[in-house]
Structure formats: structure tokens, C-alpha cells
């Protein structure tokens, strides 16, 4: 399924595992799929824990799922977002869905989601683990996502980690641009390269304070970026 295609979209939240103050971010990362119609967060509301849910809640037109503890150590929620997804999946009204969770038990339900062709988008901390990550269609660190907004916020500046390109980055990135149809100059199209990242990888680049495929591109020395009269941007590697 084609992300242009869709429309409906599902925002599924364990808010026993995540963060209230990434709603906002995660909406406008959401809106790339379409209209966030369905927004619903689970867990125990009872709880001192997630007390800061309550405001946010409303702001955001989410729908609160209570879930009370009927036993010790695991809850409820799990259960109630897996059986909810899949309901709204056999429906047929949704055609995307964000799992806001750093929660590994998510994984086999995001497989089932993706086995369908539906775009999952995965919201949650670094240290999530990489189970989780490797099945979504994207997963995007939350704790990121957070810093970005506020350097837009604050006149653009750039994140901490903008600068900062890891090894394995480089590794997808290297191995997607040789996979990628080169013209006779050497040149790729910068979204064949992404496409092909993206395929081999759930990476995103807002998970190393970029804005764009081309930012990143743009602040490597071994790439040179090229945009051609038909508007589309091509890359090079130098070395």
C-alpha cells in the first residue's frame, strides 16, 4: 500500500510505556499517512504515573482506554491495544496505524499488521528493543522527535545529534546508494536511495535530527547533492 493512498489512520498508545509530551510531534509525524481519526490511549488512569494524561488527553481529542490491574505484574493494556487493532484491521477502516510503545510485546502484533500491507509507524525510546524496531515500517525514537520540535521552535537551530552520523547509518545508507540505478555520472536519485534504505532498515533520518533524506545528505563531506532542472535531487559518493 502506497502511503499517498492513505486516508484513515490509527494512533494506538500504551501510555504505561511512552510519553505524553511526544503527542504532539507524533501527530505531525502521523500526518504524512493521512487524518489521525482514530487516537486512543491504554493503560491504568487510577495511577499517580500517568495522572499527566488527563490534560493531554483532551487536547489532543484522544480517547483514554481504561485498563485496570486485574493481576500483578503485567496489565491489562497490552492485551486491550492487540485485540483493538486487530478489530480495527478485520474492519477494513483503517489503513496505517502508530504504535506508541518502547514495549517489545508489540512485535508479533506489528508483524501481523504489516503481513496485511499496512504501514506501521513505531513510536518510542532508544533503549526499545530491537525487535520492536526492526518490524515497523518506521520507528522513530520519541526522546528525538521531542528535541527536534523544540529546535524548530527555537529559530531552527540544530539538534544536538545533527551533526552526528553513526557507522552503521553509514553502512545502510553506503549499501542502499550502491543498490541504487546510477546514471552515467555516477548519480542516484536521492528517493530510489531512500527507498531502498528503507526497505533493508525501519530508519528514519528525524532519528538523528534531520528534517529530510536531503538534509542528511546535504551534511555528509562523502556525498556531493545534486538538484536537476525536473526538481528531483540526485547524490554521488565521492569517496
Not at 492513505?6 to 487524518?35: F, H, R, Y
Not at 489521525?36 to 494524561?53: E, S
Not at 506489528?110 to 530491537?130: C, H, M, N, S
Not at 529530510?212 to 563531506?221: G, H
Request: with cysteine; net charge negative.
Amino acid at each position: 500500500m502506497q502511503s499517498e493512498n492513505l486516508k484513515n489512520i490509527a494512533l494506538l498508545i500504551d501510555a504505561d510505556n511512552t510519553t505524553p509530551a511526544g503527542i504532539d510531534p507524533v501527530l505531525t509525524v502521523m500526518a504524512e499517512l493521512g487524518q489521525v481519526n482514530i487516537r486512543r490511549a491504554y493503560g491504568n488512569f487510577a495511577k499517580d504515573n500517568l495522572a499527566k494524561w488527563d490534560k493531554i488527553t483532551n487536547k489532543f481529542g484522544i480517547r483514554p482506554q481504561q485498563q485496570f490491574d486485574v493481576s500483578k505484574g503485567k496489565n491489562a493494556t497490552d492485551m486491550a491495544m492487540t485485540i483493538d487493532a486487530i478489530d480495527l484491521l478485520y474492519q477494513g477502516k483503517v489503513d496505517g496505524f502508530g504504535i506508541m510503545t518502547s514495549d517489545s510485546d508489540f512485535t508479533p502484533l506489528v508483524t501481523r499488521l504489516r503481513q496485511d500491507g499496512i504501514l506501521v509507524y513505531g513510536f518510542g525510546e532508544a533503549k526499545t528493543p530491537e525487535a520492536f524496531k526492526s518490524v515497523c515500517t518506521r520507528f522513530i525514537d520519541i526522546e528525538q522527535l521531542i528535541k527536534n520540535a523544540a529546535a524548530d521552535e527555537d529559530n531552527g537551530k540544530p539538534t544536538e545529534h545533527a551533526e552526528s552520523v553513526d557507522p552503521d547509518l553509514m553502512d545502510l545508507i553506503g549499501a542502499a546508494y550502491k543498490e541504487a540505478k546510477r546514471d552515467d555520472k555516477g548519480f542516484a536519485r536521492l528517493q530510489q536511495v531512500g527507498q531502498i534504505a528503507g526497505n533493508r532498515s525501519s530508519f528514519d533520518v528525524r532519528n538523528y535530527g534531520f528534517k529530510s533524506l536531503s538534509d542528511l545528505f546535504n551534511s555528509l563531506d562523502n556525498f556531493k547533492v545534486e538538484r536537476r532542472a525536473d526538481n528531483q535531487i540526485w547524490i554521488k559518493r565521492l569517496r
